[in-house]
C-alpha cells in the first residue's frame, strides 16, 4: 500500500495568516492515464470529512478560492491564503492512484 | 443534493455480526463506485471497501478481507455493509462514501454511524 506522510501534524495558526501542510507518498502518485490523483479533505468538529481539492490542484465545487493545491510525483502542498476561523479542524491527504486508497494522519488547524 | 445517510451501528460483542446501511439520494446511484471508510475514535481514515457501480466488482482492506461483504442494492438506491467476526479494533464511526466518474477518487461522504465492539 502507498503510504502518505503529513507534516506538520499539528499547526497553530493567526487568523488572517497563510498556512501550509506538506504530503509526501511512499511512491509515485502518477496514474498510468497521466493524472494524479491526490485530494485534500477538511474534517471539522463533529462533522465528516469534506473534500477540498481534487487531482492536486482542482477546488471541489463551493470550497473558498483561499485553498490550494500544488505539487508532483510524491510531494504535495495544502495552502490556505489567509486562515479564517471556520478553517479550524483536521485536514487529510489521500491517494487513489492506487488501490487501496490511503490517507495521510491529518493535520490538526488550530488557532 | 446529495445525501448519504447511514445506519445499523450499536454496541455489539467481539465474535458478533452488525449489518450496516446507507441510503442515498439526490444522485444515479447506479452510475458511481460506493465505498465505506472508518475513522476510530480520534483516530484518522482508514478505506475499508468498495464496489462497482453494478455491483459485480468489490475490494476489500486487508484488515477486513473474509470478515466483511460489502453489497449494494440499485434499485434501493442502499449500500450495505455486512460485518462478522468482529473484533475490538473494529470500533469506528464508518462512513458511506461516493466514487466518483470524471476522476478517480471520492467526493461525498456521509455523517457515519458509529460501531462498538466490546463486551
Known amino acids: 500500500d502507498i503510504v502518505m506522510t503529513q507534516t506538520p501534524l499539528s499547526s497553530p495558526v493567526t487568523l488572517g495568516q497563510p498556512a501550509s501542510i506538506s504530503c509526501r507518498s511512499s511512491?509515485?502518485?502518477?496514474?498510468?492515464?497521466?493524472?494524479?490523483?491526490l485530494s485534500w479533505l477538511q474534517q471539522r468538529p463533529g462533522q465528516p470529512p469534506r473534500l477540498l481539492i481534487y487531482k492536486i490542484s482542482n477546488r471541489f465545487s463551493g470550497v473558498p478560492d483561499r485553498f490550494s493545491g500544488s505539487g508532483a510525483g510524491t510531494d504535495f502542498t495544502l495552502e490556505i491564503s489567509r486562515v479564517e476561523a471556520e478553517d479550524v479542524g483536521v485536514y487529510y491527504c489521500m491517494q487513489a492512484t492506487q488501490s487501496p486508497h490511503t490517507f495521510g494522519q491529518g493535520t490538526k488547524v488550530e488557532i | 443534493e446529495v445525501q448519504l445517510e447511514e445506519s445499523g451501528g450499536g454496541l455489539v460483542q467481539p465474535g458478533g455480526s452488525l449489518r450496516l446501511s446507507c441510503a442515498a439520494s439526490?444522485?444515479?446511484?447506479?452510475?458511481?463506485?460506493m465505498h465505506w471508510v472508518r475513522q476510530a475514535p480520534g483516530k484518522g481514515l482508514v478505506w475499508v471497501s468498495g464496489?462497482?457501480?453494478?455491483?459485480?466488482?468489490?475490494t476489500y482492506a486487508d484488515s477486513v478481507k473474509g470478515r466483511f461483504t460489502i453489497s449494494r442494492d440499485n434499485a434501493r438506491n442502499t449500500l450495505y455493509l455486512q460485518m462478522n467476526s468482529l473484533r475490538a479494533e473494529d470500533t469506528a464511526v464508518y462512513h458511506c462514501?461516493?466514487?466518483?466518474?470524471?476522476?478517480?477518487?471520492?467526493?461525498?461522504w456521509g455523517q457515519g454511524t458509529l460501531v462498538t465492539v466490546s463486551s
Open positions: 511512491q509515485s502518485l502518477v496514474h498510468s492515464d497521466g493524472n494524479t490523483y
Open positions: 462514501v461516493r466514487g466518483t466518474i470524471t476522476w478517480k477518487g471520492i467526493d461525498f
Open positions: 464496489i462497482h457501480s453494478d455491483g459485480r466488482s468489490t
Open positions: 439526490g444522485f444515479t446511484f447506479n452510475s458511481h463506485w
